[in-house]
């Protein structure tokens, strides 16, 4: 399953499932290659990995989130931005 918060199939159908799934029970999705070339409606531009992040982790709950490794977006997007976390958790 893709993470695509602008898709309203995938908003409809299996993000609301995830989203309403019961308090407790751990959730997960991948973002696969070609997610972060993704264009948000509302903005006219392609999705930033702290956006789906955000979706991820506000709105779907998600536990575990899986960074595909697709370049240019894993080296130029992904990496610095996991950076940014791991300074802020400790890990």
Known sequence: ???LPHRRFQRNNSLSRIAARARGTIGGLAVQD???A?????T??????EELYRYAV???RLDYIFWGNEEPYYS???LPFLNT???KTGR
Do not use: F
Not at 38 to 42: L, R, S, T, Y
Not at 44 to 49: D, P, Q
């Open 85 to 87: 976390l791991s300074r």
């Open 44 to 49: 006219g531009k392609r999705v930033t990995v």
């Open 38 to 42: 993704d264009v948000n409606p509302a």
């Open 76 to 78: 130029s997007d992904v």
């Open 58 to 60: 506000d709105e779907l």
């Open 34 to 36: 070609g997610n972060l």
């Open 1 to 3: 399953m893709d993470l």
